[in-house]
């Protein structure tokens, strides 16, 4: 598609506004501060809601009339500042989309230059590492994208990935993204707003029900913050978070005069938004001081929609549901795969650090998930000899809480020590529960080799599929179920009775429950389990107990 009209530009806003809305829950829970300008996902949503519905009330409407509509509402129903930031990115686009004859690639470039600049100039004070960011990767890559394809969809799926690729670095720009564990909330908004005209684009279907039980929100305890944040609400300098509209504007109100208004409230607080024109204007402020910031205001005109929101006492609810929903032990496991991580998450594990072999995570990666942990004591389960010690340093970094390192060098040996945890008994007693039951198991692995080598007997080719007993090698086949069933042989004995497959995301559904009918028929006075682990590189995971 080279060329989108008007039937096509209005089913774009709308996929933008409806799949945003399906993972409305998501964008909030990946708010760093869930205080009233924390509500990211809601208040995007509202403000795309508001444009669509001006849209909705055109009769009979041309580019102009959709463009001018969808600027207009945007703005109107703008709430907080995502959805401030996100009216500013939409009437840049629609500004340079009504003056283009021809929607192409090249109308849809420049409109994204246009929309970092009006959104860039929205703020006082442009903060990198925010949705500011992802808006100026996509503007910056639009030209050059423009240049290479003449293709409408291509265009949006290469600034969108440009986009997502940002997104994923803004945890590095913003340390509190880092501590919290989350990429910014409004820049996954904008996200999935842009994924959504992509899929109206293409023509698929998106649900309008929220679409986000998938997504796993941050724990309370990556909103605690310390002293020295930027964004300490315990410390906070400026308690009201104040939005208000200006309407009906005095005669003699000019463009200096919205300005003037910006400045007075720079003086008295932070945050501070005043967009619009003589007709309008949109007013958010954090101060001391809302009287004054309203008294500004009705120098220029009428006041409507006033909001005005304790932030400290938002705070001081959300820390004593904190407190009220403490544990006395928690416990963090490290995996790579999807399905080990349910397993986990079943066993009362409550959080997930991906990693293991090829991806060992960082002392610093330990701490942040220890502190992400709303308990007084954690336990942590490295599930791998190689993150064993990693681990351990990371408990003489951790200064409030008490944590504990139940040494499980394989992912299978964790799982039976989440097995052994009773939520009902005391950090100490868990621990030497859970290290005495990972005593009872046996592992096995299945992977392909990498490399040419001569080692434990095997004369191994790259690509071969080797069966490992912990680092040796027991098992060379060309298929995975043949190595399988190879090292089972070698590593049961007269006192086992269970055998566990954990298969991997190379590994289909098919082939693995014919395995396990194999086994079972082999196998006939054993029970043999099997579970969808996902993870990469091993196309199985074995336990024998």
Same mark, same amino acid.
């Given at each position: 598609?080279?060329?989108?009209?008007?039937?096509?530009?209005?089913?774009?806003?709308?996929?933008?506004?409806?799949?945003?809305?399906?993972?409305?829950?998501?964008?909030?829970?990946?708010?760093?501060?869930?205080?009233?300008?924390?509500?990211?996902?809601?208040?995007?949503?509202?403000?795309?809601?508001?444009?669509?519905?001006?849209?909705?009330?055109?009769?009979?409407?041309?580019?102009?009339?959709?463009?001018?509509?969808?600027?207009?509402?945007?703005?109107?129903?703008?709430?907080?500042?995502?959805?401030?930031?996100?009216?500013?990115?939409?009437?840049?686009?629609?500004?340079?989309?009504?003056?283009?004859?021809?929607?192409?690639?090249?109308?849809?470039?420049?409109?994204?230059?246009?929309?970092?600049?009006?959104?860039?100039?929205?703020?006082?004070?442009?903060?990198?590492?925010?949705?500011?960011?992802?808006?100026?990767?996509?503007?910056?890559?639009?030209?050059?994208?423009?240049?290479?394809?003449?293709?409408?969809?291509?265009?949006?799926?290469?600034?969108?990935?440009?986009?997502?690729?940002?997104?994923?670095?803004?945890?590095?720009?913003?340390?509190? +993204?880092?501590? $919290?564990?989350?990429?910014?909330?409004?820049?996954? %908004?904008? #996200?999935? !707003?842009?994924? =959504?005209?992509?899929? *109206?684009?293409?023509?698929?279907?998106?649900?309008?029900?929220?679409?986000?039980?998938?997504?796993?929100?941050?724990?309370?305890?990556?909103?605690?913050?310390?002293?020295?944040?930027?964004?300490?609400?315990?410390?906070?300098?400026?308690?009201?978070?104040?939005?208000?509209?200006?309407?009906?504007?005095?005669?003699?109100?000019?463009?200096?005069?919205?300005?003037?208004?910006?400045?007075?409230?720079?003086?008295?607080?932070?945050?501070?938004?005043?967009?619009?024109?003589?007709?309008?204007?949109?007013?958010?402020?954090?101060?001391?001081?809302?009287?004054?910031?309203?008294?500004?205001?009705?120098?220029?005109?009428?006041?409507?929609?006033?909001?005005?929101?304790?932030?400290?006492?938002?705070?001081?609810? +959300?820390?004593? $549901?904190?407190?009220?929903?403490?544990?006395?032990? %928690?416990? #963090?496991? !490290?995996?790579? =795969?999807?399905?080990? *991580?349910?397993?986990?998450?079943?066993?009362?594990?409550?959080?997930?650090?991906?990693?293991?072999?090829?991806?060992?995570?960082?002392?610093?990666?330990?701490?942040?998930?220890?502190?992400?942990?709303?308990?007084?004591?954690?336990?942590?389960?490295?599930?791998?000899?190689?993150?064993?010690?990693?681990?351990?340093?990371?408990?003489?970094?951790?200064?409030?809480?008490?944590?504990?390192?139940?040494?499980?060098?394989?992912?299978?040996?964790?799982?039976?020590?989440?097995?052994?945890?009773?939520?009902?008994?005391?950090?100490?007693?868990?621990?030497?529960?859970?290290?005495?039951?990972?005593?009872?198991?046996?592992?096995?692995?299945?992977?392909?080799?990498?490399?040419?080598?001569?080692?434990?007997?095997?004369?191994?080719?790259?690509?071969?599929?080797?069966?490992?007993?912990?680092?040796? #090698?027991?098992?060379?086949?060309?298929?995975?179920?043949?190595?399988?069933?190879?090292?089972?042989?070698?590593?049961?004995?007269?006192?086992?009775?269970?055998?566990?497959?954990?298969?991997?995301?190379?590994?289909?559904?098919?082939?693995?429950?014919?395995?396990?009918?194999?086994?079972?028929?082999?196998?006939?006075?054993?029970?043999?389990?099997?579970?969808?682990?996902?993870?990469?590189?091993?196309?199985?995971?074995?336990?024998?107990?």
């Amino acid at each position: 598609m080279k060329v989108v009209d008007n039937a096509l530009l209005v089913a774009m806003f709308k996929g933008g506004y409806m799949n945003l809305k399906a993972q409305k829950a998501y964008v909030d829970s990946l708010n760093v501060f869930p205080v009233p300008d924390g509500d990211t996902g809601s208040n995007m949503t509202l403000t795309m809601a508001s444009a669509i519905k001006e849209i909705d009330s055109l009769n009979n409407a041309d580019k102009s009339d959709i463009l001018t509509a969808y600027a207009r509402g945007a703005l109107r129903g703008a709430r907080g500042n995502s959805g401030v930031i996100l009216s500013q990115i939409v009437k840049g686009l629609s500004t340079v989309l009504n003056n283009e004859d021809t929607l192409n690639v090249k109308a849809f470039s420049k409109a994204f230059l246009n929309a970092r600049e009006v959104a860039y100039n929205a703020v006082t004070k442009p903060k990198e590492g925010t949705v500011l960011t992802v808006i100026r990767a996509m503007a910056e890559q639009a030209p050059i994208i423009a240049n290479k394809t003449s293709s409408i969809e291509t265009f949006f799926e290469q600034v969108i990935k440009t986009g997502e690729e940002m997104l994923q670095k803004t945890p590095e720009m913003l340390p509190v +993204l880092k501590k $919290a564990g989350v990429v910014d909330a409004g820049g996954r %908004g904008l #996200i999935l !707003v842009m994924e =959504g005209y992509l899929k *109206a684009l293409k023509g698929e279907e998106i649900k309008e029900e929220d679409d986000s039980s998938h997504f796993e929100a941050p724990s309370l305890d990556a909103f605690g913050t310390s002293k020295g944040d930027e964004n300490d609400y315990e410390n906070i300098t400026f308690a009201y978070c104040t939005e208000f509209f200006v309407t009906n504007l005095k005669k003699h109100v000019t463009e200096e005069d919205v300005e003037k208004l910006r400045e007075k409230l720079m003086a008295i607080g932070d945050c501070v938004i005043a967009i619009g024109d003589i007709s309008f204007i949109k007013v958010h402020v954090h101060t001391n001081q809302p009287n004054k910031a309203l008294y500004y205001a009705l120098q220029l005109g009428e006041l409507d929609k006033v909001k005005i929101e304790n932030m400290l006492e938002q705070h001081r609810k +959300l820390v004593e $549901a904190r407190e009220a929903s403490k544990k006395p032990v %928690g416990m #963090i496991s !490290v995996c790579a =795969g999807s399905g080990l *991580a349910a397993i986990f998450k079943d066993l009362n594990v409550d959080e997930i650090i991906e990693g293991g072999q090829t991806m060992n995570p960082s002392i610093e990666d330990i701490v942040n998930a220890v502190n992400h942990v709303n308990a007084d004591s954690v336990i942590i389960l490295p599930n791998n000899s190689n993150i064993i010690m990693a681990a351990e340093n990371a408990v003489q970094l951790i200064e409030n809480k008490k944590c504990y390192v139940v040494p499980t060098k394989e992912v299978p040996i964790g799982i039976k020590a989440a097995f052994a945890f009773d939520p009902q008994k005391d950090a100490e007693t868990n621990v030497a529960a859970m290290t005495e039951a990972i005593d009872e198991i046996k592992c096995g692995q299945i992977t392909t080799a990498v490399r040419d080598t001569n080692m434990d007997g095997f004369k191994i080719k790259s690509g071969d599929i080797i069966g490992l007993d912990g680092k040796k #090698i027991i098992a060379r086949s060309e298929k995975p179920a043949d190595a399988v069933k190879t090292v089972i042989k070698k590593m049961v004995d007269k006192f086992s009775e269970v055998i566990t497959l954990y298969y991997g995301d190379s590994v289909t559904k098919e082939e693995a429950e014919a395995l396990k009918a194999e086994l079972e028929e082999e196998y006939e006075d054993f029970d043999v389990l099997l579970y969808e682990g996902g993870q990469p590189h091993y196309q199985y995971l074995i336990s024998i107990e």
